[in-house]
């Protein structure tokens, strides 16, 4: 989000309801408006520039006074790896250092960063596993890889794949969301007396 100071004495706005169910974010870091792709540059740099998560895990864009919640095909972050090396979120900022390195159970490679978790965009997915490699240093075919894949379902024998010195370790999608804090498709509370 903006890190522009808080004024002291804030505007006068009228109360605004939260937004729920319109803006998300895909697996490749673009934003989706009721599904539909937003391909205006002007409207994405404002998206990418005022999105933020609330402190509860939800994410969020502010417009003003109004929170308008995402709803997250997968994580919060989607990553690129530039040819240079190094990860970008999908809002154009450096993705931190790297803590952990992850492989679901569906493929998907997560890292943690200093930003958080984020999805690795799959058309950088090749070349992150030609950079990863074996205890003795020599390439992790794909036997290594489907191995690690197995292993999310039964965690017993994990094959030690590094990449960049760290192990890349296996993870189950299903627990994603809940390990790393964050809530994939925000709702509204319930009103008092309902019956969700």
């Not at 790393?180 to 319930?190: S, T």
Request: net charge negative; proline share 10%.
């Amino acid at each position: 989000m903006s890190d522009a100071p808080i004024p002291a004495v804030a505007p006068h706005w009228p109360p605004v309801p939260a937004c729920y169910g319109w803006l998300s974010l895909d697996r490749r870091g673009g934003w989706r408006l009721q599904r539909e792709p937003v391909r205006h540059q002007g409207f994405v740099a404002f998206l990418n520039a005022h999105y933020g998560t609330d402190g509860s895990g939800a994410w969020l864009v502010r417009n003003g006074p109004q929170k308008v919640f995402v709803a997250l095909d997968y994580t919060p972050w989607v990553l690129r790896l530039e040819t240079d090396g190094r990860l970008t979120t999908h809002t154009g900022a450096d993705a931190g250092r790297i803590d952990t390195v992850h492989i679901d159970d569906e493929g998907n490679v997560l890292l943690h960063a200093g930003c958080g978790i984020g999805l690795l965009d799959d058309r950088d997915l090749p070349r992150l596993l030609a950079q990863c490699r074996l205890a003795d240093g020599a390439p992790a075919g794909d036997d290594a890889l489907i191995a690690l894949l197995a292993a999310t379902a039964a965690p017993a024998d994990v094959p030690a794949v590094r990449w960049r010195n760290l192990a890349v370790q296996p993870i189950r999608r299903a627990e994603v969301a809940q390990r790393f804090g964050f809530v994939p498709a925000p709702a509204p509370d319930p009103a008092p007396g309902s019956v969700p």
